[in-house]
């Protein structure tokens, strides 16, 4: 019977200590963080390319939802890039920019000012994103007219999560883009491409 108590209050105590653990992994929210992430390639560019180039994007929403941090990494290009960013789009086609990691047009208000693209074949960049980040894509009447407003980081997560955004990075040979990667979104630790 003493045998009996014991192993009871032990199989009581485990199941205790389980979903103590269980609950302190839940809350933990960067294991169950908000991620994207691609993997881009020549081949996803529209038109394809056949030299070969590559790269990753992967990001991890804050817990307070109002940055997005990222890393973007590539190599093999024909040249130093130009610029890279997210569009607002899906494969196959070219749709216009919703925010930049590096590059980009100077001297206009409406686009944020981001730092040069480091002048490497190969490299690798992080940054954040935020909704002071985001270029307004909402022209009324006009083809490009995707009712994203200057700002709006919450429509750029929608666009993101549901698969239509992708990534890409342009260099001077290539200056429509070198390699690109549509975005998915997860949840957890790993990064899936």
């Known amino acids: 019977m003493k045998k009996l108590c014991l192993s009871a209050a032990l199989a009581a105590i485990a199941v205790l200590l389980i979903g103590n653990l269980s609950t302190q992994a839940n809350n933990n929210n960067d294991g169950n963080a908000l991620r994207f992430s691609t993997r881009l390639s ?28 990222w890393t973007f990494t590539w190599s093999g290009l024909s040249g130093p890039p130009l610029f890279a960013h997210i569009h607002f789009g899906l494969k196959g086609a070219n749709y216009p920019v919703m925010t930049f990691f590096c590059g980009g047009p100077k001297g206009n208000p409406d686009i944020p000012q981001k730092p040069d693209c480091p002048q490497t074949t190969s490299g690798s960049i992080t ?44 260099t001077t040979r290539f200056p429509g883009g070198e390699i690109r990667g549509q975005i998915a979104a997860h949840r957890g630790d790993e990064d899936d491409e």
């Open 42 to 69: 020549t081949f996803n560019e529209v038109p394809p390319k056949a030299n070969g180039a590559s790269g990753t994007f992967r990001a991890r929403l804050s817990e307070d939802g109002t940055t997005l941090s």
């Open 127 to 170: 940054g954040t994103t935020t909704a002071a980040d985001i270029i307004a894509l909402n022209t009324a009447g006009a083809t490009t007219d995707q009712a994203l407003d200057q700002h709006d980081f919450a429509g750029f997560l929608r666009a993101l999560g549901a698969g239509s955004a992708y990534a890409n990075m342009h």
